[in-house]
T-cell receptor, first 114, second 113 residues
């Protein structure tokens, strides 16, 4: 079963605008990760934010995490047509060691129009 | 490029048949996880292997099985294929530290007819 929900399911914007995607989850987490997927191909890791962090930046990406509300947001600034893809949040809730075991949301389909 | 490679990229099988998918993990990673992604949905965790042992399993029946080899590469086997097994199968490798990022391969698109 999916851990949470992403909002919106689909987002269409013009090039140069900012895109904001939200993710909610249900259980306690170790970290939350955002991934991008082009046309049903492999997932590309964008950013990881740990449960004790509130905000993280990477280039044009800004991620926030509110563990009290069990929610996260991904902001893409100054979007480009090449940002068109599906974006997934994934939570890693393992209390044990041994790598990541991710629970994904349903994803947001972002379309950036030139 | 993540360094995680999967083969084959596409596969068509008949209901009832068996299939083996392969994954070579990124150098230095000893943990491999497999995910199933149905069309229009997010990936779902199948199972994880760490040092050649199964290390956790999602809500998938026993006809989904796997192996991990000493070089940390991995196989996913599915017996008695059903139409609903049609999906993109993704392999991810990661280090064994808690809370590390996972690197995904490009996936194998399995179609069961």
């Amino acid at each position: 079963s999916q851990q949470g929900e992403e909002d919106p399911q689909a987002l269409s914007i013009q090039e140069g605008e900012n895109a904001t995607m939200n993710c909610s989850y249900k259980t306690s987490i170790n970290n939350l990760q955002w991934y991008r997927q082009n046309s049903g191909r492999g997932l590309v890791h964008l950013i990881l934010i740990r449960s004790n962090e509130r905000e993280k930046h990477s280039g044009r990406l800004r991620v926030t995490l509110d563990t009290s509300k069990k929610s996260s947001s991904l902001l893409i600034t100054a979007s480009r047509a090449a940002d068109t893809a599906s974006y997934f949040c994934a939570t890693d809730g393992r209390g044990e060691t041994s790598g990541s075991r991710l629970t994904f949301g349903e994803g947001t389909q972002l379309t950036v129009n030139p | 490029e993540t360094g995680v490679t999967q083969s084959p990229t596409h596969l068509i099988k008949t209901r009832g048949q068996q299939v083996t998918l392969r994954c070579s993990s990124q150098s230095g990673h000893n943990t491999v996880s497999w995910y199933q992604q149905a069309l229009g949905q997010g990936p779902q965790f199948i199972f994880q292997y760490y040092r050649e042992e199964e290390n956790g399993r999602g809500n998938f029946p026993p006809r989904f099985s796997g192996l991990q080899f000493p070089n940390y590469s991995s196989e996913l086997n599915v017996n008695a294929l059903e139409l609903d097994d049609s999906a993109l199968y993704l392999c991810a490798s990661s280090g064994n530290r808690r809370g590390t990022e996972a690197f995904f391969g490009q996936g194998t698109r399995l179609t069961v007819v």
